[in-house]
């Protein structure tokens, strides 16, 4: 556990509570809703800059990944919206299955 990390309590009357939480921040406030969504937002374009980086490498250090380069360059080419990690990782599943 690192310094950082919050002990919540299962009790709901103690102010560190998941229950707690959700009274004071519901999930349909606007605020929290467009929070979120930044958040998502960064963190696709965080894992898109790796995937850009990646690209450096020979298509064999790829292929020893299991990444091949059409794949990077879709996964990157996706809008912020979707999920790449999840694309990327239906494209592998389906790349084993056909061969």
Same mark, same amino acid.
């Given at each position: 556990m690192s310094t950082y990390? /919050?002990? *919540?309590?299962?009790n709901p009357n103690h102010p560190l509570s998941w229950d707690a939480l959700?009274? @004071?921040f519901p999930a349909d406030n606007l605020a929290v809703r467009i +929070?979120?969504? *930044?958040? @998502?937002? *960064?963190?696709?374009?965080? +894992?898109?800059? &790796?995937?850009?980086n990646l690209l450096d490498y020979d298509d064999h250090v790829l292929a020893d990944i299991g990444m091949t380069r059409g794949e /990077?360059?879709?996964a990157i080419e996706l809008? /912020?919206? @979707?999920? &790449?990690?999840q694309a990327m990782a239906k494209w592998q599943a389906e790349r084993r299955i056909t061969g």
């Amino acid at each position: 556990m690192s310094t950082y990390d /919050l002990k *919540l309590s299962s009790n709901p009357n103690h102010p560190l509570s998941w229950d707690a939480l959700r009274i @004071q921040f519901p999930a349909d406030n606007l605020a929290v809703r467009i +929070y979120r969504s *930044l958040g @998502q937002r *960064l963190t696709e374009w965080k +894992y898109r800059r &790796a995937l850009v980086n990646l690209l450096d490498y020979d298509d064999h250090v790829l292929a020893d990944i299991g990444m091949t380069r059409g794949e /990077l360059n879709m996964a990157i080419e996706l809008p /912020l919206t @979707q999920d &790449a990690k999840q694309a990327m990782a239906k494209w592998q599943a389906e790349r084993r299955i056909t061969g």
